[in-house]
């Protein structure tokens, strides 16, 4: 058990080391830009302020002939000007070349001054978001935090209780100790977002997308989560007290230390994911799925688990004493060591099912399908168990 934990615990920092190397699509072109610019900005400068001291000479130079033209040409004249004639440096490709010159200027100061204004427009962003806080709608804050997301702007710490942000995308943000009470964020996208000990409770997350996001430590009691994918997703120590978690997908995902109390996990899938003492407390679980999943320490007891599929599950040290698993599927599930008195597992499967060291005290295995007496006989107190009459008989007891 204890390699066990310790292998959860590198499976997590490998997950944060790659979610601190990893960037979201465009970042690292973006990130090449900046450099070159930054590289090359004090030069960029220089030749700018130098092109424009240039130009400014020669437009006081032209500015200076032209004057000295127009009075000559308010003067008699014998002959026409002969413009032929005129020097080089007053022929008119002069002119187009000083247009030019001001164009490159032009472009030139828009590109050294792109963070500048970036930072303008990060600033207009923030200013209607914190202008809008309060307020129950949309208030412009979705296209302000996309945009800010856009350019890699931290949203830590964000407050928009009760704010309508249904279908924002905000994919890899970070989104630490946000202020997201009861918030609509149905049909969300917060895919790979860092939402650790933000505070989400009674927030609607219906159809939402948090694949792989970092939820550990987050508020979500009685928070909406019907339909949302979790897959991958780090919930270590979440609160989910009273949440409605119908038909969420948990797949892959850790829920270790987390609070389910009283939370509805009416067909949830949690194929694959890691409970270690997680509270299970007074759940409602019906049609639920904990195929190939890791229960460590986990306190199941009392609770009525109808059409579960436990196949391929761990269950290591788990308390099912008094539990209901009428009909579960039970097929290659890992029951070492777990304490299954007075439970109730009538018309399970359990092909392949470990009972090393289970305490089948007072145990219910009426009608249960492809259980053989070895795997009963690995179990302790299996003979204080109930069986069926031929079941018994085959174990050599009389009932």
Known sequence: MKNKVNDNKHTRNKRINKRLHKTKPGIIFKKNINFILSWFAVETVIKLVGALSIMLLILFGINTIEKQIDKQIDKPIDKPIDK??????LKPPLLDKVEALGILFAAGYFIVNIESQQTRSNYDAWQVINSAEGQGGNGGRIKALQDL???EESLAGLTAN???LTGVQLQWAELTRARLKKTILNESDLSNADLTKAELCGAKLVDAKLIKA??????????????AELCGAELIGAKLNGASLIEA???DTDLSDADLT????KRANFEKARLSRTNFQG???NNTSFSGAYLNSVNLSDLKLNGLDFSNCQLIDTLLEGVELVGANLINVNLCG????NADLSNANLEKADLSGADLNNTRLLGVKNLLPEQIKKAKNWQLAKYDKSFAMSLGLSQ
């Open 84 to 89: 032929q004639n005129w020097p080089d440096f």
């Open 149 to 151: 997301n856009k350019d």
């Open 162 to 164: 009760s704010a309508d």
């Open 214 to 227: 970092d939820l550990s430590g987050a508020d979500l009691r009685g928070a909406d989560l019907r339909g």
């Open 249 to 251: 997908d948990f797949s």
């Open 262 to 265: 009283g939370a509805n996990l």
């Open 283 to 285: 759940v409602v679980i």
């Open 338 to 341: 777990a304490n299954l008195k």
